[in-house]
């Protein structure tokens, strides 16, 4: 089946660590998002891409940096990890159809839980 | 520049019917909610477009007031399985791209 995986799904690391997120795509979309997630703050944009040649900083992409390596995969870096990075994060990616991404939905993957001690 | 869902959490019971609402502050082109199941992955409900198209879900219904910038989500004769928490994400930039989320609202449905 078409799907959106992240790896990995779980990951601890310590203060000042450099990590990546990983998120894979078998749906040919063009498409993809980077979120995170906190209790009672809702899903907040990080970074999105159009295509390969194509990234754009969302809503709170400080401290954060993307690599899009093909138009299958998109990746999400910490470069040095502080705690209040601590929060579920999600890829997400949509199709264009009739010429707007407003007609699409996203689909999501199934997330990765990081916590940064 | 967040939208303001309403109520924060509902319990309900099987069959009971509720409407969650989300207010933004900015001029909208599109509304998009999505349902997200504990432990799981956001997942799409519908899409409302200025000029009323609508896009998604057959069995939940919605709508969008332009002028007011609001939607709101009706879920009728609920089931177990509408348990979860349902975001609203509004695109002011007309784009579909830069979604901004609301908080959500747990909805919790007892049998």
């Known amino acids: 089946d078409a799907d959106v995986t992240q790896t990995p799904r779980n990951r601890i690391t310590k203060t000042g660590k450099r990590i990546m997120l990983e998120c894979s795509q078998t749906k040919g979309h063009d498409r993809m998002y980077w979120y995170r997630q906190d209790p009672g703050l809702g899903l907040r944009l990080i970074y999105y891409s159009f295509d390969v040649k194509d990234i754009n900083k969302g809503e709170i992409s400080d401290g954060y940096s993307v690599s899009r390596q093909a138009q299958a995969k998109f990746s999400l870096s910490l470069e040095s990890a502080i705690p209040n990075q601590t929060a579920l994060y999600f890829c997400?990616?949509?199709?264009?159809?009739?010429?707007?991404?407003?007609?699409?939905?996203?689909?999501f993957g199934p997330g990765t839980r990081l916590t940064v001690l | 520049q967040q939208p303001v869902q309403s109520p924060q959490a509902v319990i309900l019971r099987e069959g009971e019917d509720a409407v969650i609402n989300c207010s933004s502050s900015?001029?909208?082109?599109?509304v998009h909610w999505y349902r997200q199941k504990h432990g799981e992955a956001p997942v799409f409900l519908m899409i409302?477009?200025?000029?009323?198209e609508q896009k998604g879900h057959e069995k939940i219904s919605a709508s969008f007031n332009e002028k007011k910038q609001q939607s709101s989500l009706y879920l009728t004769a609920s089931q177990l399985s509408y348990s979860g928490t349902y975001f609203c994400?509004?695109?002011?930039?007309?784009?579909?791209?830069?979604?901004?989320f609301g908080a959500g609202t747990i909805l919790r449905v007892k049998s």
């Open positions: 997400a990616t949509s199709d264009v159809a009739g010429g707007s991404a407003s007609y699409n939905e996203q689909f």
């Open positions: 409302l477009l200025k000029g009323g």
């Open positions: 994400g509004t695109d002011p930039t007309g784009s579909g791209n830069k979604l901004v």
């Open positions: 900015k001029a909208l082109y599109s």
